[in-house]
């Protein structure tokens, strides 16, 4: 069985930043993903990212992907792609597979970066082909240089629906409306802008009510919504669409800490259920770690810095980084930073809710 100090699940940005710190404390490092390519949801990422300068802001996210990747490498942390793990068992133990073969091995510790995976919607017919979540449809387009329809609807004015909406007319592709449950758009002003001004309509209070189709989808039935966010018959409106794109959350992929045994929370404004875990972001079976998404829906510059604190702290306790003291107060301070003012509001609400949880094993 193989052995290592630290062990990463995921390459994307906060599995990756984490590698690189524990290994730049001198601990034995290997990062395994799923994925032929590192850098996780960044690989589809062709904006310019917002958030802080300190986290690369303003580059975009398939560049931001690479960097990482070779900081990681320079770190000497040895990375396994294509390899997915399957099994965190109670001895310590982790399954993983690669070309079909399962491989044993038990870290020291480990940092769990999984990332989340979009949520759907229930409506008529959502099981149509031509109905994908927003990401699938980014990779689609940005990884695989396939487009995926010739006209959208999408539902979702969040950032990633604003944005996905804008790279599908990057692919030639006509967006009939970008329909948003709430009574107001949730994106940032200045991707609903640059929306508005490619003259595609914005419908708040608005949802899907069925899909429609033979083989595949040709349409949908959007309805305007009460303050109760019920349909109100007579507003129906048909849109033809061969694409439905759901951008509508992302909820934390935390099958393996279940699977660990850790004190799980379900906290709706972290994205679902949570594993929970400490200023260190140690979970309540010592020795695992979480970080990103996995942790909290939130962005790539946070994942970065909760991957950053996850590595720096699990390394420390290994009894290496003897500035973790300092360092991972400074880190801390950076996420403060990132969380703060209007935008940080439901995540600072959601860690809240999960720190008033009693910490495990405490009466
Ligand atoms: C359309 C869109 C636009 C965005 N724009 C911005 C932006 O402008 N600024 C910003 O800061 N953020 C943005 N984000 C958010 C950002 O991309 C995510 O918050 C960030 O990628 C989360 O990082 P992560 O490392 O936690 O997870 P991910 O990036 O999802 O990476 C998780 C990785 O784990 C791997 N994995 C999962 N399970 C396993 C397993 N069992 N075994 C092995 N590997 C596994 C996956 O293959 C994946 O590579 C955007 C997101 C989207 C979808």
Redesign the pocket.
Known sequence: MRQTNVLV???????LSAATAAAQCGARVIL????SR?????IK?T?K???SRE?RAGTR?IEIARLLQEEAEAARVEILPE????GLYSDGVVTLEKNERLIKLKPERLVV????SEKTLAFANNDLPGIYG??AV?TLMNVHGVRPGQRAVMVGAG??GL??SYQLCQAGVEVAAVVEAAPSIGGYAVHASKIRRLGIPILTSYSIKAAHGGETLEGVTVWQLNEKWQGIPGTEQVLAADILCLAVGLTP?TE?LWQAGCQMEYIPELGGHVPWYDENQQTSVPGIYV????AA???????MVT?KLAGLASAHSLGLCPDFPVLGEKVRQELTQLRAGPTGEKIRKGLGKLRARSRPGAM
Do not use: K, M, R, Y
């Open positions: 699940i995921g390459g994307g940005p906060a599995g395994v993903d799923s994925s590192l850098g996780g949801q960044l990422q904006h990212f917002f958030g986290q996210g390899t997915a793990a399957l970066a999984t990332g989340a927003a990401g980014q950032n990633i944005i996905v992929l393996l970080a990103g998404d996995a829906v939130e962005e790539a510059s946070s994942a991957g």
